[in-house]
Nanobody
Framework: QVQLVESGGGLVQAGGSLRLSCAASTRTFSTYTMGWFCQAPGKEREFVSAITKTGSGTIYAESVKGRFTISRDNAKNTVYLQMNSLKPEDTAVYYC??????????????????WGQGTQVTVSS
């Protein structure tokens, strides 16, 4: 069982920045592909970004390309999401997730095995 704990959310004005962190309680963190998802009130959970086990590969949702950057530090068992140029439509609860399976898609929530409790990001206009 892997526990994921997000932090770094908060209230920020449009155009501002936040850095989310997700700490994993596992000694095998480097064996997990990590992803970030978000869910706004009344909407379905959406894919945001994902990063490979070594950090050599990343993918992003079109809506955040050029504004968000995912990274990881395997020595610290932590994945990050740097969020710049934030917009009110980025307001959501952000979740990190971990997957080990080789099948499925990085941007598909059901293909992830473990989830954090989420951290609220609110962007005011």
């Amino acid at each position: 069982q892997v526990q994921l704990v997000e932090s770094g959310g908060g209230l920020v004005q449009a155009g501002g920045s936040l850095r989310l962190s997700c700490a994993a309680s596992t000694r095998t963190f480097s064996t997990y592909t990590m992803g970030w998802f978000c869910q706004a009130p009344g909407k379905e959970r959406e894919f945001v970004s994902a990063i490979t086990k070594t950090g050599s590969g990343t993918i992003y949702a079109e809506s955040v390309k050029g504004r968000f950057t995912i990274s990881r530090d395997n020595a610290k068992n932590t994945v990050y999401l740097q969020m710049n140029s934030l917009k009110p439509e980025d307001t959501a609860v952000y979740y990190c997730a971990a997957r080990t399976r080789r099948t499925g898609s990085w941007n598909n929530g059901p293909d992830y095995d473990y989830w954090g409790q989420g951290t609220q990001v609110t962007v005011s206009s």
